[in-house]
C-alpha cells in the first residue's frame, strides 16, 4: 500500500517569503498525486494535480509543485506567500489505474503567514 | 460548482450512542468517501462506495458503517459510539470518469462525551 510523509507539521513565515513544503511518498509504480488546502473554516480543496506529462505543475494562487520521480518527491513551491495562504497543506497520491478512486493523504502541513 | 453537503456542522454525543452522519452531493457522482480528519494524522479513509448499495472498507474501517441507499447519499454510522471516535468527519464525491479527484464537504466536528 501507498504512504505520504509530509515532514513539516508547522511553518511560519512572512509574508513575500519563498514557500516549499516537502512531500515524499512511497510506492513502486505510476502515481497521480494531488495538493489540497483547507482554509480555516473552510473545506478541502483541489490545489494542484499531476497526473502525466510535464513534472512542474501549476496550480490556483501562484502554487506550483514539481514531480521528482527519482525523489519520491511531490513538493509544493510558491515564491512569494501572503497573509491569505495560511492554511493546512494535504499533500496525497494515488496509484494510476484505472478503478483507482483511494487518495491516501499526509499528515499535513500548517502553514502561517504573518502580515 | 459541486456541492457536497453534510447535515450538520457540529455534534455532540454521548458514549455508547448510535450517530448518524449525512452526506449529500448533487452532481451525481458515483463514488462518495468517508474519511476522518485528526491532528497530525491527516485525513484517514474510513468507507467509501462506488455505487448505490456498494462499499468498501477503507483503512479504518472498525466501529464504522456506511449507508448509500440511493446515490447522492451516503450515510455513515458509528453503532455505539465511543470517545476515540471524537473527530473531524469529511464527507468527498468523485465521478467515475475523474474518479481522483474528490470535492469534500465541510466536515462534521463529533465530540463523543
Known amino acids: 500500500a501507498q504512504s505520504v510523509s509530509q515532514h513539516n507539521h508547522h511553518v511560519i513565515l512572512s509574508e513575500a517569503a519563498s514557500l516549499e513544503l516537502g512531500c515524499n511518498y512511497s510506492y513502486g509504480g505510476t502515481v497521480n498525486l494531488f495538493w489540497y488546502v483547507q482554509y480555516p473554516g473552510q473545506h478541502l480543496q483541489l490545489l494542484l494535480k499531476y497526473f502525466s506529462g510535464d513534472p512542474l505543475v501549476k496550480g490556483i494562487k501562484g502554487f506550483e509543485a514539481e514531480f521528482i520521480k527519482s525523489k519520491f518527491s511531490f513538493n509544493l513551491r510558491k515564491p512569494s506567500v501572503q497573509w491569505s495562504d495560511t492554511a493546512e497543506y494535504f499533500c496525497?497520491?494515488?496509484?494510476?489505474?484505472?478503478?483507482?478512486?483511494?487518495?491516501?493523504f499526509g499528515s499535513g502541513t500548517q502553514l502561517t503567514v504573518l502580515p | 460548482d459541486v456541492k457536497v453537503t453534510q447535515s450538520s456542522r457540529y455534534l455532540v454525543k454521548r458514549t455508547g450512542e448510535k450517530v448518524f452522519l449525512e452526506c449529500v452531493q448533487d452532481?451525481?457522482?458515483?463514488?462518495m468517501f468517508w474519511y476522518r480528519q485528526d491532528p497530525g494524522l491527516g485525513l484517514r479513509l474510513i468507507y467509501f462506495s462506488y455505487d448505490v448499495k456498494m462499499k468498501e472498507k477503507g483503512d479504518i474501517p472498525e466501529g464504522y458503517s456506511v449507508s448509500r441507499e440511493k446515490k447522492e447519499r451516503f450515510s455513515l454510522i458509528l453503532e455505539s459510539a465511543s470517545t476515540n471516535q471524537t473527530s473531524m468527519y469529511l464527507c468527498a464525491s468523485s465521478p467515475t470518469d475523474r474518479a481522483n479527484i474528490q470535492y469534500f464537504g465541510a466536515g462534521t466536528r463529533l465530540s463523543v462525551l
Open positions: 452532481m451525481d457522482h458515483e463514488n
Open positions: 496525497a497520491v494515488t496509484v494510476s489505474s484505472g478503478s483507482a478512486r483511494q487518495l491516501t
